[in-house]
Nanobody, 120 residues
Framework: QVQLVESGGGVVQPGRSLRLSCAASGSIVSIYVMGWYRQAPGRQRELVATRGSGDTTNYAEAVKGRFTISRDNTKNTVYLRMNSLKPEDTAVYYC??????????????WGQGTQVTVSS
């Protein structure tokens, strides 16, 4: 069974920084893509950033230049460094991974989410 465990959320003032972490565990054979999505109250879940196994990255326009996604493949962990945070970044942030386990086709998995609140 695969688990994605997020950490690092919290309450921060505008302009400050946070780093989120997400560690994948279980009978993982290969991880293809890891990323972060977010969902603000009353809005649909949206992509924040993804990073492929070949280090290809993709960012939402709203976070380009402020957020950086990185991976530690030895730890099956993905990070999201968030700088210059704005109130509109307030949301529940979800970790996502497209990965393969023994005997199972590549599947999408989600973490439980971590709250990020940007407020003065």
């Amino acid at each position: 069974q695969v688990q994605l465990v997020e950490s690092g959320g919290g309450v921060v003032q505008p302009g400050r920084s946070l780093r989120l972490s997400c560690a994948a565990s279980g009978s993982i054979v290969s991880i293809y893509v890891m990323g972060w999505y977010r969902q603000a109250p009353g809005r649909q879940r949206e992509l924040v950033a993804t990073r492929g196994s070949g280090d290809t990255t993709n960012y939402a326009e709203a976070v380009k230049g402020r957020f950086t996604i990185s991976r530690d493949n030895t730890k099956n962990t993905v990070y999201l460094r968030m700088n210059s945070l704005k109130p509109e970044d307030t949301a529940v942030y979800y970790c996502n991974a497209l990965l393969k386990t023994e005997g199972v086709a590549p599947t999408n998995y989600w973490g439980q989410g971590t709250q990020v609140t940007v407020s003065s």
